[in-house]
């Protein structure tokens, strides 16, 4: 049984009195401190006009009233700013408190002027909310997803245990085929979790990588020779035209990477069809890329393709998780590589640049 806390927000006034605000204890300090100085001051003026010599006197008395003018002036900046400060700060209170108490992650703080730091970190704050929103709606997403696409391999496994488990004959002759989809649904459920526990650890930072020098190119065919016998059974043409280029990082997960786009080229591609991967290191900066003349991936669809569990209806007719280019973009954001998808006419253009 899973408990749970609940949190009670208290509802009343979260605003700072300007009285008991830091801010205005020290312009409440500072104003006293003029005080002082204004009332020494007065009083050495006066001490000096009663002198004799009221020629000398004139001059002091001037520069002595400028002084008093320009302290004064002080003083109410003082508590401008005091009273300024408490606002903005009232204002990003409000705002967190509003978002406590309702867990609407659509609030942000208003921003009214770029001038002063406390707008600063209210553009701060705000992207962090954001930021955050985005995730929980990323949570709620892959939730709803998980339990949409277990839903069916769930009732599957269970339907086909329950045959296993009747008695009669006919069931017994089929024993061998049951076991074989049963282990194959098992299979598929634990790769979609073991998927999610990869790319939440290399998102998260969890996992020990090997930052090393290797030879790109050796990766791409180690790839390619483990994808052949699948691209041959389609009778697909894989070819590579590789070049000799050193890249540092985690070879292991460099070859998670070709291996996913390779597996999806194949697996998209028709029979009769063509893949090629070509290694390029250009004075632009060093490129893996990889092309097929398949159906392609629709327009509407190039920007949610990288999404946890996301397939079109044309990648829903063919089996998968919906978790490969998740996990390469991950892999290449941790690389600080990006990844690009273009359209090939016909097929999909797949770049990686390092």
Do not use: C
């Amino acid at each position: 049984m899973v408990q749970v806390t609940s949190l009670k927000i208290s509802k009343g006034n979260k605003k700072r009195d300007y009285k008991s605000s830091s801010s205005f204890k020290v312009a409440t300090l500072f104003a006293v401190l003029l005080a002082i100085a204004v009332t020494a001051l007065s009083i050495s003026i006066y001490l000096f006009t009663q002198q004799s010599d009221a020629e000398l006197s004139k001059p002091f008395v001037l520069l002595s009233a400028i002084s008093i003018a320009f302290l004064l002036i002080m003083g109410v900046i003082g508590y401008l700013i005091s009273v300024f400060v408490v606002t903005r700060i009232n204002r990003i209170a409000d705002t967190a408190h509003e978002i406590i108490s309702t867990g609407d992650l659509t609030k942000r703080i208003e921003i009214d002027s770029r001038w002063d730091d406390l707008s600063f970190l209210g553009d701060v704050l705000n992207e962090m909310l954001g930021k955050i929103e985005s995730l929980m709606e990323g949570v709620q997403h892959i939730t709803d997803t998980v339990a949409h696409d277990l839903r069916t391999p769930l009732a599957r496994l269970r339907n086909k245990l329950e045959q296993a488990s009747l008695k009669n004959d006919s069931v017994k002759k089929g024993d061998d085929e049951i076991r074989a989809s049963l282990v194959k649904d098992v299979d598929s459920l634990l790769k979609t979790f073991n998927s999610l526990l990869s790319l939440s650890s290399l998102e998260s930072g969890r996992q020990g990588y090997k930052f090393e020098a290797f030879e790109l190119e050796k990766v791409v065919q180690d790839a390619v020779d483990l994808y052949m016998p699948l691209a041959e059974e389609k009778n697909q043409k894989l070819s590579v035209d590789s070049k000799a280029i050193s890249y540092i990082g985690d070879r292991d997960l460099f070859f998670q990477v070709i291996a996913n786009l390779l597996d999806n080229a194949i697996k998209f591609t028709q029979m009769d069809g063509t893949i090629k991967i070509a290694l390029e290191n250009a004075s632009n900066g060093k490129r893996i890329i990889i092309e097929d003349n398949g159906p392609g991936i629709p327009h509407n669809s190039i920007a949610k393709v990288f999404d946890r569990f996301y397939r079109d209806q044309e990648q829903k007719r063919i089996e998968g998780s919906g978790l490969g280019l998740s996990l390469v973009n991950a892999v290449l954001k941790l690389h600080k590589a990006s990844i690009t998808l273009e359209d090939n006419q016909p097929g999909l253009k797949v770049i990686i640049s390092l």
